[in-house]
């Protein structure tokens, strides 16, 4: 399932709309980021964190900043999706939030979500607090930059 | 603008809605790849080539198998977005129109979209076709496979 | 909860995600209709139906041809929301869907959603299949005319 | 067109976008409203209130309050619609935009959106302020309740 070892995976289930399909009969591709996100926050739900609770108590939010999607199949209306999502680098500049789509056995989509955080209502970027960088696990944690290998996204730095 | 010399390069204006906001009071990430795709429509229309015809009479699909996207600074409500367009590449299997939303002169994103082409309804994986491929300009046309370094997403390939 | 006697009702939970909210803070009103058709899915489901593949087999499509929707008190994001569902009138020319949203003991939303029957991929309009008439009450069904009172949208008929 | 006359209308025109589609082949019932909200932002703009500056320096927003749609026509990728757009009736508690949403000759839509006021970000309801109830046709303004046919809504009031 191209899940990495040792982390922590949670999986949000869901069921495509109607309206998420598109004149080609498939999903369409800009309505995963709205079954990504759902994920993401069941998965900080899962380990103990009310995401809501979090942006209006500490006034942050966490802006995303990268995205990379590779759609290997098409997911279809009522199709019942299985999104598994761990996080896939923690450090004090930006979280990625790994996801992988399944219907059944048959891999969809993988996704990686990067955000950062910002203080509201200013929106300044501050550093990803200690709560937050507690749930990535230990082996992704800490680490100032990516690795080389992950970070060369398609969208090329400037 | 971070436009690669050489490439046919179309501009798409279009204003930020009020639905498009999210409460962290920015356009939700999710929403671009809409923008997006209108720009690509309007490449190709400007080029020549009507895609509503080209989906009809050639009962072809070009569904997105890869998007890679960099959020810099964030739109907002009732902005006036230019979405710069060019193909970034373009072989037998897929075309990548790659684009840059510019608000005035601040650079907010950069996005590549890759696409490949489908017969239906079928569904069935076929060439791009040469109608298409000859919007590609010649440096970045006719390769069997995108050169290594903007091939290598950050979501690796299997 | 101003459901009426003697209908069958089905209840769909859901949780309001993050890019369903817009830049003042709750669920953008556009948004409703997505729930409101995942809901009205369900209840077929719960009643025997697979509305996909209903349209499947059938040819079939139900298009929407009215909607009147009632906001009371905004949802806001991650808010727990029960769409409760039954069908408010049913005749040969068409169908129309009632739903009060809920979030606890406050009544968020009431919503009619008035269907028609096309056949694919023509489009041209037909009976609503007796499979389909079936579901709706007795005392709501075999109406050729919707009553008057309920029939008098505000948007009025021409 | 089924526009009343002496009423100030303007047209704000959109082509529909691939995403806007679903698998029937025709634009999605709920995105009706996305394309109804830009229309109302380009009436008043047109009549000189810039709505971002109106919430932002009053701190108000308007919320809808109920909608009502009739579907004719359905529109389809690449239509190009013009979306006419006036001001249905305005008192201190509420103001009414009517649309009807033309494709060429051909009426696709018509609706009615209403809209209250609140303040931000208490979200306690005001007035309608007077700047926006002076865009109400003098004919149509200054009744404290609407008419009596055209408030009865198919969503009976309570």
Not at 64 to 84: M, S
Not at 120 to 148: N, Y
Request: aromatic share 8%; hydrophobic share 40%; net charge positive.
């Amino acid at each position: 399932m191209h899940i990495p070892p040792n982390v922590t995976v949670t999986t949000w289930r869901v069921r495509v709309c109607y309206v998420d399909t598109d004149q080609a009969g498939v999903m369409h591709h800009g309505t995963y980021f709205r079954y990504l996100e759902a994920a993401r926050v069941e998965h900080l739900r899962e380990r103990g964190l009310d995401y809501k609770r979090f942006e209006m108590d500490n006034k942050f939010a966490l802006p995303v900043v990268e995205a990379n999607i590779r759609y290997k199949i098409p997911a279809r209306f009522d199709d019942e999706l299985a999104i598994h999502t761990w996080i896939g680098l923690g450090y004090r500049a930006k979280m990625r939030f790994d996801s992988v789509i399944m219907r059944g056995d048959d891999l969809l989509t993988r996704a990686q979500v990067t955000l950062a955080c910002i203080r509201l209502p200013e929106g300044k970027i501050c550093s990803v607090p200690t709560m937050l960088l507690d749930f990535a696990d230990p082996q992704i944690r800490g680490k100032r930059k990516p690795p080389p290998l992950t970070s060369t996204g398609a969208v090329d730095d400037d």
